[in-house]
């Protein structure tokens, strides 16, 4: 099968890697220009117009290794090579906890410390290097062509009474055939234009605002600096300023900064380098990683805005718009970056693809199906979480930004949740190791994302915690308690 991938971000480059790896001849499709750097750090200096997210925090969580270590062991061992790190559970434990007991599952829970540039270079030239990759950059893809043959009565260019895809129509004014188009163009790809073009009605989309700008700004270690210490958690969330720190490779990290979407104020505040990092300095993670043992190494704040959730349906009642043709990552269904999701569903996005297309290697419609379900049943329950908890954020920091308690209204069901979650869940976070197991690996994405509250132990831990919040001392602080102060702080 020859296999057509639009776009050269990480999901095209996870799609063009696992279909040529299961023996299909792949051309991967980029619209940016960039000759491939030579280190790491020229890869950080990567001129990707098509992907500006690049140079913003990115977590590769436990599901994504998984996956390079099954499936691309070369690919994880030259990450490794070129300056990525392991986060291992059970490594970097508070103190506070001291029920920890390893378990053969432990191992599946580890995370790669590094930065978006690096971990595309190296899967780049990796597809690069494959025999059955070719790509074309710096020419870009405007359209989907189909089948001009009538199949079986069917008006021409369909199959069974829809579109049958057969390649791409690059900018350039030609054509490239293809047994299968995989659209990974991204949040801004053109799909839905293209099938609107070919007469497929519009297409179907959820899509909800995460309700955050996103803030980031990376820095080095200075020579002869360590690292702080690394026990816990790597933020915190006051409610009115979301907060991360996220080690790269090569002795950089990048922390980020999220402020709500209607919170024009901080946002402009924050986006002057000195003020992002003088309130970096306020917050309790933060502060050591910039304690003067670490410089810039991005001139400026980079921000991100127009952030949605968004799920695109292309199975309607049963049957695919189109055939020939899938998306795969952002270009089918994309998350809040907060959570660091993205890269993970892509590759697991692309692994799913291939098993569709190794069960159905003669069948469009059948591969079509097969795909869609599996992202169903595996990946979208993801979306619909991130959904629902997007919602209890955006509420909570529209009622802290117009001065009001979140909590304050006694008939608010989610604000017993929200106070056991904050009161039980926590602190016992910092204290247990059966719940923080389970909490990593839901983040991981490997569990379900109802599995730790549904799991009967867990609850139980939880609410013993919950319960015994009275007779404990007051949460250790994550920041400054209330915009105001943040501001009056910033200010001074």
């Given at each position: 099968?020859?296999?057509?991938?639009?776009?050269?971000?990480?999901?095209?480059?996870?799609?063009?890697?696992?279909?040529?790896?299961?023996?299909?001849?792949?051309?991967?499709?980029?619209?940016?220009?960039?000759?491939?750097?030579?280190?790491?750090?020229?890869?950080?200096?990567?001129?990707?117009?098509?992907?500006?997210?690049?140079?913003?925090?990115?977590?590769?969580?436990?599901?994504?290794?998984?996956?390079?270590?099954?499936?691309?062991?070369?690919?994880?061992?030259?990450?490794?090579?070129?300056?990525?790190?392991?986060?291992?559970?059970?490594?970097?434990?508070?103190?506070?906890?001291?029920?920890?007991?390893?378990?053969?599952?432990?191992?599946?829970?580890?995370?790669?410390?590094?930065?978006?540039?690096?971990?595309?270079?190296?899967?780049?030239?990796?597809?690069?290097?494959?025999?059955?990759?070719?790509?074309?950059?710096?020419?870009?893809?405007?359209?989907?062509?189909?089948?001009?043959?009538?199949?079986?009565?069917?008006?021409?260019?369909?199959?069974?009474?829809?579109?049958?895809?057969?390649?791409?129509?690059?900018?350039?004014?030609?054509?490239?055939?293809?047994?299968?188009?995989?659209?990974?163009?991204?949040?801004?790809?053109?799909?839905?234009?293209?099938?609107?073009?070919?007469?497929?009605?519009?297409?179907?989309?959820?899509?909800?605002?995460?309700?955050?700008?996103?803030?980031?700004?990376?820095?080095?270690?200075?020579?002869?600096?360590?690292?702080?210490?690394?026990?816990?958690?790597?933020?915190?969330d006051l409610g009115y300023l979301k907060y991360g720190v996220f080690v790269g490779d090569n002795r950089t990290f990048s922390v980020t900064l999220a402020t709500p979407t209607d919170d024009t104020e901080l946002r402009r505040t924050l986006a002057e380098p000195s003020v992002f990092d003088a309130c970096a300095r306020q917050l309790t993670v933060a502060a050591p990683w910039l304690d003067g043992r670490a410089q810039p190494i991005t001139s400026e704040v980079h921000v991100m805005a127009g952030l949605l959730n968004r799920w695109r349906d292309l199975v309607v009642d049963g049957e695919p718009v189109v055939t020939g043709a899938i998306a795969i990552g952002d270009s089918v269904l994309c998350t809040n970056p907060l959570y660091g999701r993205g890269c993970s569903t892509a590759f697991w996005g692309a692994r799913l693809a291939a098993d569709a297309a190794d069960a159905?290697?003669?069948?469009?419609?059948?591969?079509?199906?097969?795909?869609?379900?599996?992202?169903?049943?595996?990946?979208?329950?993801?979306?619909?979480?991130?959904?629902?908890?997007?919602?209890?954020?955006?509420?909570?920091?529209?009622?802290?930004?117009?001065?009001?308690?979140?909590?304050?209204?006694?008939?608010?069901?989610?604000?017993?949740?929200?106070?056991?979650?904050?009161?039980?869940?926590?602190?016992?976070?910092?204290?247990?190791?059966?719940?923080?197991?389970?909490?990593?690996?839901?983040?991981?994405?490997?569990?379900?994302?109802?599995?730790?509250?549904?799991?009967?132990?867990?609850?139980?831990?939880?609410?013993?915690?919950?319960?015994?919040?009275?007779?404990?001392?007051?949460?250790?602080?994550?920041?400054?308690?209330?915009?105001?102060?943040?501001?009056?702080?910033?200010?001074?």
């Amino acid at each position: 099968m020859h296999v057509a991938v639009v776009g050269g971000g990480v999901a095209g480059l996870g799609s063009a890697l696992t279909f040529a790896r299961r023996g299909h001849t792949v051309t991967v499709i980029e619209r940016d220009d960039t000759p491939m750097p030579a280190t790491a750090d020229d890869a950080f200096e990567w001129d990707r117009r098509g992907a500006p997210q690049v140079r913003h925090s990115h977590a590769f969580l436990a599901r994504l290794t998984g996956i390079l270590r099954r499936d691309h062991p070369d690919v994880y061992a030259d990450l490794l090579a070129e300056g990525a790190t392991e986060l291992r559970f059970g490594d970097d434990l508070p103190p506070s906890i001291t029920n920890f007991e390893r378990e053969p599952g432990d191992d599946e829970l580890v995370m790669l410390a590094c930065r978006r540039t690096t971990f595309e270079w190296v899967v780049r030239r990796a597809a690069m290097a494959e025999g059955r990759v070719t790509f074309r950059t710096g020419v870009g893809v405007d359209g989907l062509t189909v089948d001009t043959v009538d199949t079986g009565g069917s008006p021409a260019g369909r199959v069974d009474g829809r579109p049958h895809v057969n390649g791409v129509h690059l900018a350039d004014g030609s054509t490239l055939a293809a047994d299968l188009v995989i659209v990974a163009g991204g949040r801004r790809t053109a799909l839905p234009d293209w099938l609107l073009a070919l007469d497929v009605p519009s297409v179907v989309e959820e899509a909800e605002d995460t309700g955050i700008v996103y803030l980031s700004r990376f820095f080095r270690l200075r020579d002869g600096a360590e690292y702080p210490p690394r026990a816990g958690a790597i933020g915190g969330d006051l409610g009115y300023l979301k907060y991360g720190v996220f080690v790269g490779d090569n002795r950089t990290f990048s922390v980020t900064l999220a402020t709500p979407t209607d919170d024009t104020e901080l946002r402009r505040t924050l986006a002057e380098p000195s003020v992002f990092d003088a309130c970096a300095r306020q917050l309790t993670v933060a502060a050591p990683w910039l304690d003067g043992r670490a410089q810039p190494i991005t001139s400026e704040v980079h921000v991100m805005a127009g952030l949605l959730n968004r799920w695109r349906d292309l199975v309607v009642d049963g049957e695919p718009v189109v055939t020939g043709a899938i998306a795969i990552g952002d270009s089918v269904l994309c998350t809040n970056p907060l959570y660091g999701r993205g890269c993970s569903t892509a590759f697991w996005g692309a692994r799913l693809a291939a098993d569709a297309a190794d069960a159905h290697p003669d069948d469009p419609r059948g591969l079509a199906l097969a795909y869609d379900q599996a992202l169903r049943a595996e990946i979208l329950p993801w979306y619909r979480a991130t959904v629902h908890q997007d919602g209890e954020a955006r509420r909570v920091a529209a009622k802290l930004l117009a001065g009001e308690d979140p909590d304050g209204d006694p008939d608010d069901p989610s604000a017993f949740m929200r106070g056991v979650l904050r009161d039980g869940l926590a602190p016992a976070l910092r204290s247990d190791a059966v719940v923080l197991r389970a909490f990593l690996r839901s983040f991981n994405l490997l569990t379900a994302p109802d599995a730790m509250l549904a799991d009967p132990d867990v609850q139980a831990r939880v609410l013993q915690v919950w319960q015994d919040r009275d007779n404990r001392p007051p949460e250790p602080s994550l920041g400054p308690r209330t915009r105001t102060d943040l501001l009056a702080a910033l200010h001074a």
